[in-house]
């Protein structure tokens, strides 16, 4: 292959990549500004909170889902790029799988409702329980986060929801 085939390719997926980033960042702006304002309702209940919220991690998702597909399925993407995209993508499945398993088991310990978000970074936990998030709450839901995860206790973030 020509040099200048080489770059060709090179430029057309900086200009794929550049592209699925600037709609990712249109893409959560718009979930960011769609749970912003549920939150900010007041009439707004515990219930659509956490629907709302489930929704947009969603829809960020399915979107990070598309651009990883978009370039495991292209014919010009390096072999590199693929198996990227591919262990990416495995990673994320992973993380929502983990999340929705989260979710029940901290609504099984007695908990009204509970959203999981799960990156490389950290593990967020909003839980919504009547009265107060007390220190044996929070201690049973580490417990079952880092079990489930095997992510140390300082990289969980649990955050109570009150109305």
Known sequence: M??????????SMVV?????????VLIT???TQTVSKTIADEDSTVVSFFTSYRSARDASRQESFMYYDSIINSETA?????????????????FTETELVLEGLI???????????ISTA???????????LDAEDAAQILSVITAETGVTA????????SV
């Open 29 to 31: 702006k718009k979930n």
């Open 78 to 94: 390096s072999v590199a790029a693929i198996a990227s995209a591919e262990d990416k993508r495995e990673e994320l499945v992973g």
């Open 122 to 132: 950290n593990v967020n936990a909003i839980v919504k329980k009547n009265g107060e």
């Open 2 to 11: 020509s040099n200048k085939k080489k770059i060709i390719i090179i430029c």
């Open 16 to 24: 794929l990549l550049v592209a699925a980033a600037y709609l990712n």
């Open 107 to 117: 609504k099984a310990k007695g908990f009204e409702d509970a959203v999981v978000t």
């Open 154 to 161: 300082s990289k969980v973030i649990i955050t109570p929801y």
